[in-house]
């Protein structure tokens, strides 16, 4: 992959580059989510945070959840966030705001209780979003590198194929892309379990392998405290269907989608990565959360291979799904857009599959909509790591 | 008809001891593998996998030239393996 890849997108103030423009209309309480629906339907243009939090988090998940909302308003896809606050919530619309405008984000408050109630506050929201709409309009798109690009790499509902063709195609592309002084995160922690000592020969700095040590045995020891035998439940149900009969030989395919580099980093759910390269982020296995902390952490583009299909999107970063087999790319072609299955059936090698993907990628940077998008599948979910009050 | 085992079937790493089926295989199937023949034993369905040689109870199962679980019955060349005949062995495992 030539380092010198160009493409066309949006220089932030913070220096961050993003292939897409957002406006977000994002509630920081559950309470507050209606009025941003309403604010939406009035302006469809808006990206709406489906956020569902509770008022009364506290201590570490309450900063789990202002660290993740705060990051995803700060991201290099996003041009500006109107926020929605009752005036009562726990992570208050101001005090986010205040946060994110800090990247030099253009951000403005609706609270419904200073603004008079659902309707007048959904009114003020429409006018923000006009004047949002106009600015964003004039927001000129600049040249940048390929290599500027964070990729969350993500695999779900897996079959058995996913081991043969597209997560090994991904783990190619991965390589090369880390090559060029790109950066890619890779996530779900329990699935990392099975293959731990595999990966902790991947980490040379000893400082990073003792995070991942740490994020390892934090769920080991969950394991013990709720009595769950992680062998058992697993491979989930989905996967038991698409031939996968072990946890261990769901990980070991798994990790073929991270390649073959050294891992820099190991990072929290949500959080920004500090060097470039291929990262590791704490994160549940849940595809939605997953891919919501990957997001959070600055990926502005996000590569899911599936075996089974799946139709999870994600707000503000495109998802690519890339299909293990054929069969399934045919079945689900509402949600797939690429087909890694004809490395199954010898039409084509790893190396054919891996630069369809970068082919894809770069169309999907100039601004086609992956279909996930087109059909405005954009879940979001922050984990409830404590107990609500 | 005897087919070789690459056409209908997917090994990842010599020391595998499954294939994992392309297409759906059927009970009688040869497959030429390693200068020998399985005779499928049973119909292994799209995606699932089959032994590439006996396997006794107690033994690994290979897969990535990994171990990915144990036998928890005996197994013999061309049966299917899958949850009812495998298990994880424990998380102290890896």
Known sequence: MNKDIKINGFRRDDGKFGIRNHILVLPTVSCAFRVAEMIKEKAPFLTLINNQIPCSQMGANRLLSYNTLSNIGKHPNVFGVILIGVGCEGITARSLAEDIKKSGKKTEVVDIEDDGGSIKASEKGVRIAGKFYEDAEKFKKKTGYLSELTFGVECGANDTFSAFSANPAVGEFVDEFVNISGTVIISETLELLHAKRTISLRIKDKVEKEKFNKIINNLKKIARKEKVDFDDPMPLRGNKRGGISTIAEKSFSGILKAGKSEIKEVINFGNVPSKKGLIIMDTPVNDVLSLTGMAAGGSQIILFTTGLGSPVGSPVAPVIKIASNTPLYKKLSDNIDLDAGTVIDGTNTLSDVKDNIIEFILGTAEGTETKSEILRHVEFGIPMTGTTY | ?94
């Open chain 2, 1 to 94: 008809m005897e087919t070789k085992l690459e056409k209908l079937a997917l090994v990842i790493n010599k020391r595998d001891n499954v294939g994992t089926a392309k297409s759906q295989l059927d009970s009688g199937d040869k497959l030429i593998y390693n200068k020998g023949i399985i005779v499928v034993k049973e119909k292994i369905p799209f995606g699932y996998k089959f032994a590439l040689k006996n396997i006794e109870i107690g033994d690994p199962i290979v897969k990535f030239g990994k171990k990915i679980g144990i036998a928890t019955r005996h197994i013999k060349e061309g049966e299917m393996v899958h949850v009812h005949n495998i298990s994880s062995y424990s998380i102290k495992g890896e």
